[in-house]
């Protein structure tokens, strides 16, 4: 319906992005190159939509003590998130209202004051400033103890849901809790899963880059096609190993039957069994998927926990949810069954940063804890041999689709077979690009919507 | 800690057992021979930190046995390994190698070394550096075997370019 509009003209980069420019870039079934390749659409991308999503911040766990910090970005802003004295978490800009500079360099630790390392003012850490050097050169000016105008600049919005902060550049939009919509049950299911009703973030968190837009990596989150054959060379590399260190396939160790899982895109296959379910603002998860369940000793004490601790019947409702990934889109994807977290950070068109944390269920017993360690180091690290040909296909998308001669991104799969009931987008089939659809949907409600 | 006497151990003897490990490793053909290096318990891990001393029960870079090694290593070689098309290639320095001495309880000799490596694929290169700290057992066609390998890289906890597909 949009066919009139010649998206690509003039040349890429250097084009305004009118409304309606950008609203024809996406089809129902398919989406225009530009939204992974062009510059200017990237930065629009910050203000329209970093800076209005709610952006996942950091974990209270991180900031246990008075005086803990952690510093991280929401776009390219640069941000603190503290805990101040009276025990609540702020989240505030990292830029002295000086001249500009961070207040705080490390990534984590803990202060009494916040103190600039240019020219010294202080600020507390709920960002008042609470003194600023030869202050009666000051005199007659507001830059004084206390005006709110020279603190450490509060974000506009802050929330936490379940121990996981968020914050939005935007003083208007949905609540938190309007914003995670159906999609807050992949913290529930990492928050439920711990006996003692509470995770913590543990270990480092692993940092890689992805030479490639940020979509990318929500496009493969969901999709139940690609591992059998992204991830073909380990599956087989584990299958023979296996095959030649084993007589009995009962002897396999976990870690290396998890490697041999991935099956090949066939109509019989786990992933068709599966289905997505799909959320406003891009948000979805991908469900019916039962990895974790088992009667293995590890497994069965475990469960036996949680039902003892919750009791039978609401442990058994948490124990059968089966989320693979649930996305909270742009900035999340939680692997609620193996407590890992992605953090996503578009650094530039073709540039991503993501972020792994690890967190450990409290109350777990370590056998179980130690197992899904063993998944996060297998899958999950700067050294894996599992995503590094995901990273690897996003980068060949990335070229690719720098060529001229297609302008267009196919998202065809099972398109028109979506189940939609109100808000939500069922997909049919677990290897539906249902989620895809959706995800551009909202992509194209935030990009077009001006100031 | 035990001390060593040069009756004991010849520290060139060992200085050469880790240029024959680098050199194994270095070598796509010789990929197996480094796995067999190891010990059947054996272990090789690259924690995030420094200050890591549990590898059971923190998540690491690497943390893998002899099996999970040659998986990863059958995957390297594998045909359809996307990220290895082109194919990384790497090669370690080793020096400063030091026999601190017998682990008390196993016996096991105790080797610290710095090494540098780098890592090129698809023009670009990437070098990564750091420390290692061997434990040793004597046998094997080489002299010695592998009971652990710890590696300590510079940047661990730092941002990664690339996924690190050669191992240090």
Redesign the interface.
Known sequence: MHAAIDVAAPLEGRQTWSADRIRALVEPDRVHRSVYTDPALFELELERLWNRAWVYVGHESQIRQPGDYFATEIGRNPVLMSRHTDGSVRVMFNRCTHKGVMVARARAGRVKNFVCSYHGWVFGTDGALKGVPLADGYEGTPVRAGNPDFGLMPLPRVASYRGFVFASLSADGPSLTEFLGPAAVGIDDMVDRAPDGEVEV????????QHANWKFFFENQLDGVHAGI?H???T???R??AAS?YADPAQV?R??RM?MAQEPPEPKSVWVKLNSSNFRYGHGFLGGYQEHRGDDPVTTEYEALVKRKLGEEEGERILARSLHHTVIYPCLSIQSQFQQLRVIKPLGVDRT?MEIW?FRLKGAP?AF??RN??I???VN?????I???D???WY?AQTGLQARAQDWVSIHRDHGRDRVEGDVVHSRVGTSEAFQRNQYAAWAEYMAREA | MNAVTERDVDARDVERFLFHEARCLDDPDRWDEWVELFTDDGVYWIPYSRAEQDDLDMPSIVREDKVLLAVRFARLRHPDAWAQSPQTRACRLVGNVMVDGRDAATGDLVVRSTFQMLEFRADKTIAYGGWAEHRLVEGGPAGWRIRRKRVDLISGDGVYEEIMQALP
């Open positions: 543990y270990g480092t968190c692993a940092r890689t880059i992204t073909r060379s380990s087989e590399a584990a023979k190993v260190k160790p870690e290396v490697f940063l690890h370590q804890q130690r360690m063993i996060a180091n297998m690290t700067p050294a894996t041999i995503s590094c040909d990273y690897e296909n060949r």
